[in-house]
């Protein structure tokens, strides 16, 4: 049975993509982490030295940290951080137990792009519809939740990269953009080692929808429906991706736990 303040490789798995997901904190030595520079999809790193400025960093989140074995380093800085009022646990094995885990992804680091003050950039057209809203979405919430988006004129993005050390997007041209018949969130996925059922699924619907694809998914043009008419509602691009986050993070469940349901009417009539 795990202690109360340890949480499980298979418990931490169900908690990752969502909004509420605590903040995962890696605290492995550098030299620990050189051996093995990949992270827990989410996860920043952080010195276990500077509990002053990760409980600064945290707010009132909780967390989860996590070192190489879940031994001394994730357990004395988890049970610091509840000494200064958080709810803090540590991850049972650390990165080792994780990797052990079947199915728990590992984001390689050199797949991030470099922070800009406390953060990653990215740039892209403005006006977005699809791929736009959907790849913020993945970024906060598997890669860097602070993660921040420039939307500028599709003439601009190349040159707002450029001079502000942004990660252009979505455009032709950039690493990260479509390849042959697959958009920019499948690059995404295959980029930073994301690949699960639920994404894949859902990336499925988005590359449908996004290429104009309706066959290869049902819900493709439904997306497509929404996506248009959030577009319409909003003229600030990034309230429309607040927006739209909301939903993203609805359709990741669908992908993730409740594809295979289906609805009826009277009740009870359906096959």
């Known amino acids: ?28 030595t550098d030299v620990d982490f050189s051996a093995d520079p990949l992270l827990i999809p989410g996860a920043f790193r952080h010195s276990h030295a500077d509990i002053d400025g990760l409980r600064q960093s945290l707010g009132d989140r909780d967390a989860i940290v996590i070192c190489q074995k879940g031994r001394k380093l994730s357990q004395g800085v988890a049970a610091l951080l509840r000494s200064r009022g958080l709810n803090a646990q540590y991850l049972q094995g650390g990165n080792h137990g994780w990797r052990a885990h079947r199915d728990a992804p590992r984001i390689p680091l050199a797949a991030v792009p470099e922070f800009v003050d406390g953060a990653t950039l990215w740039v892209t057209r403005h006006r977005p519809k699809i791929d736009r809203i959907a790849c913020p979405w993945l970024i906060r919430r598997f890669v860097d939740a602070q993660a921040r988006f420039l939307f500028v004129a599709p003439a601009e993005v190349e040159s707002v990269a450029d001079r502000f050390e942004a990660t252009a997007f979505d455009i032709e041209g950039v690493f990260w953009s ?23 699924r859902l990336a499925t619907v988005i590359r449908g929808a996004d290429t104009n694809s309706h066959d290869i998914a049902p819900q493709a043009a439904g997306l497509l429906a929404f996506s248009v008419g959030l577009s319409r509602q909003y003229r600030n691009d990034n309230a429309q991706l607040e927006a739209g986050m909301a939903f993203y993070d609805a359709l990741y469940r669908w992908a993730r736990d409740g594809y295979d349901e289906g609805h009826d009417w009277p009740a009870g009539h359906g096959p």
């Open 1 to 28: 049975m795990p202690s109360p303040n340890e949480i499980l490789p298979a418990q931490l798995l169900r908690k990752i993509g969502l909004p509420d997901a605590p903040a995962l904190v890696d605290v492995s």
């Open 178 to 200: 479509h390849r042959e018949e697959r958009c920019t969130f499948d690059t995404m996925l295959d980029a930073f080692g994301l690949r699960t059922n639920a994404l894949d």
